[in-house]
């Protein structure tokens, strides 16, 4: 099946520093990938929505200037947490889909901010 | 924006047994009904999915039905076993597999 991979599987920084998540697809090409936030114990919520060639779409009460979302290519979307503060740390998740067939989760990114 | 309500939140069943999960989705333009079990840290792994023009699915031990006109639709899975013990979701989408909304999770524990 297909493969998303992130970059890094866990990340420590210190508030006020930014952090870049790379999500990839290896096997496939990804117009659109999506990034996910899961806090403890808790559901995947739809951050925003990255579309390679323009400007990602956001979920309400996301903010766009804290969580940067470059699609640099059709295979590599990257989310930037700038400025991190604790209540930041969370598990990030990105997935592609491959048209609208299923959509293929990466193993998630790890994020404590001290 | 879509919202999807899913309960309960924990299950506990005996080996053998049978669990079922609910969820109840609002926007009647959803048209794709995915579940995905995912284990502690670790990717959300789909199960079983089924799309609006279909009742019903099944797939060996795991059957999803879905009722449009209630806007529901449940995961059923038949004897059960310990490895069947992880926190499944349910979502809800109107443009295929993209734009999932995640319904709050079920913890299901199959207890040998």
């Known amino acids: 099946g297909a493969v998303v991979s992130q970059h890094p599987s866990w990340v420590i920084c210190k508030s006020g520093t930014s952090v870049k998540i790379e999500c990839r697809s290896l096997?496939?090409?990804?117009?659109?990938m999506f990034w996910y936030r899961q806090f403890p114990k808790q559901s995947l919520m739809l951050m925003a929505t990255?579309?390679?060639?323009?400007?990602?779409?956001?979920e309400q009460g996301v903010e766009k200037d804290k969580f940067l979302i470059n699609h640099a290519s059709l295979t590599l979307s990257t989310l930037t947490v700038t400025s991190a503060h604790p209540e930041d740390s969370s598990f990030y998740i990105c997935?592609?889909?491959?048209?609208?067939?299923?959509?293929?989760f990466g193993p998630g990114t790890r994020l404590t901010v001290t | 924006g879509e919202n999807v309500e899913q309960h309960p939140s924990t299950l506990s069943v005996q080996e053998g047994d049978s669990a079922v999960i609910k969820c109840t989705y609002s926007?009647?333009?959803?048209?794709?009904f995915p579940w995905y079990k995912q284990e502690l840290g670790k990717r959300p792994q789909l199960i079983i999915d089924?799309?609006?023009?279909?009742g019903e699915k099944k797939d060996q031990r795991i059957a999803v039905t879905l009722n449009k006109t209630a806007k529901h639709f449940s995961l059923h899975i038949t004897e059960t076993q310990p490895e069947d013990s992880a926190v499944y979701f349910c979502?809800?989408?109107?443009?295929?597999?993209?734009?999932?909304?995640f319904g709050t999770g079920t913890r299901l524990t199959v207890i040998p």
């Open positions: 997935s592609a889909p491959i048209l609208y067939s299923e959509q293929y």
């Open positions: 096997d496939f090409q990804a117009t659109t």
């Open positions: 990255s579309n390679e060639g323009s400007k990602a779409t956001y």
């Open positions: 926007d009647s333009a959803s048209n794709y």
């Open positions: 089924i799309r609006s023009n279909v």
């Open positions: 979502a809800a989408s109107r443009q295929g597999a993209n734009n999932l909304f």
